[in-house]
C-alpha cells in the first residue's frame, strides 16, 4: 500500500493521478479537449503508456484517456514530460470538468458542429473553480447520444443551427433531469455558460450541486431573475 497521507493523495487527485484499488498504482487522466486528440497526441500518450505505466489506455465516458497502472515514485518524471509534449492532464474537483459532446459535426444526424462549440467552450471554462463539481454536455441532435439532460448545463442540438438548452441535470448516486429553458443561436452558448457558472459562483455552497441550488432557489427573486436572463437570449 502506499504510504501517503489522505492530503497527499487528494492534490495528487486534483492533477488528475487517481488511487486504484490496489492502493500501490494510480490512474492518469490526460484531457481530450471536445475529445479530439492529434495523431502526435495518440503516438505520446502510447508512449507515456508504455513508458510510465502498464501500456495501457482506458478511453472514460467523458470522451478522456486514463493511463493504467503507474507507480507512485513514475509520476514526478512523467508530469515532466506530460509537460513538454503539451498534453493537458487533471479533470477532477470543484470545478468545471472536461466537457463533452457527441460527433454531430460529422454525424449525418448532426444539427450543429458540436465539436466547434465544445471546444469552445472548453478554452473559456474549464477547470474554473466552483462550489462543486459541474458538467457541460453537447449533443448535436435529439438522439442525444451525449445525455445533455444528466448534466448541470447542456446543448441539444436543433433545426436551423439552435441549440436547446438544459439546466440543472445530474447522474449518478442521485439522479435529476434538467429541465429545458430555451431555444438560443448556437453562438449564445457562451453567454448562457457564463450566466449558469456566475450564477453558481454567486450562491452556491460547497458540495452542493447545481441543480439542487437551483432546487433550493426555485420561490427566489434572484432565481426568477437568472431563468430571465438566460430566456433575454433565447433565438427569435
Do not use: W
Not at 470522451?63 to 509534449?85: H, Q
Not at 438544459?166 to 452558448?189: L, N, Q, T, V
Amino acid at each position: 500500500m502506499v504510504n501517503l497521507s489522505a492530503e497527499e493523495l487528494a492534490a495528487l487527485k486534483g492533477e488528475g493521478f487517481l488511487l486504484m484499488k490496489d492502493k500501490e498504482q494510480f490512474v492518469l487522466r490526460i484531457i481530450f479537449p471536445a475529445g479530439l486528440a492529434t495523431a502526435e497526441d495518440l503516438r505520446n500518450v502510447a508512449m507515456l503508456a508504455e513508458k510510465y505505466g502498464k501500456g495501457i489506455g482506458a478511453v472514460t465516458v467523458r470522451l478522456n484517456i486514463e493511463i493504467v497502472g503507474i507507480p507512485y515514485e513514475n509520476i514526478a518524471p512523467m508530469k515532466e514530460e506530460m509537460d513538454k509534449l503539451g498534453l493537458a492532464y487533471g479533470g477532477t474537483g470543484a470545478r468545471v470538468r472536461p466537457l463533452v459532446c457527441c460527433k454531430g459535426t460529422v454525424c449525418k444526424f448532426g444539427l450543429v458542429d458540436t465539436q466547434a462549440i465544445c471546444k469552445e467552450l472548453h478554452d473559456k471554462f474549464y477547470s474554473m473553480d466552483l462550489p462543486h463539481k459541474f458538467k457541460i454536455n453537447v449533443t448535436g441532435c435529439p438522439n442525444n447520444c451525449a445525455k445533455v439532460q444528466l448534466n448541470d448545463l447542456g446543448f441539444m442540438g436543433a433545426p436551423k443551427g439552435r441549440l436547446r438548452v438544459f439546466i440543472g441535470g445530474r447522474f449518478g448516486r442521485e439522479s435529476m433531469i434538467g429541465e429545458e429553458i430555451c431555444r438560443i443561436e448556437a453562438d449564445k452558448a457562451v453567454e448562457v455558460t457564463k450566466l449558469c457558472t456566475d450564477f453558481f459562483k454567486a450562491h452556491g455552497k460547497p458540495k452542493q450541486r447545481f441543480g439542487n441550488l437551483l432546487d433550493d432557489m426555485k420561490d427566489t427573486q434572484e432565481y426568477a431573475d437568472f431563468i430571465a436572463s438566460i430566456k433575454a437570449l433565447a433565438a427569435v
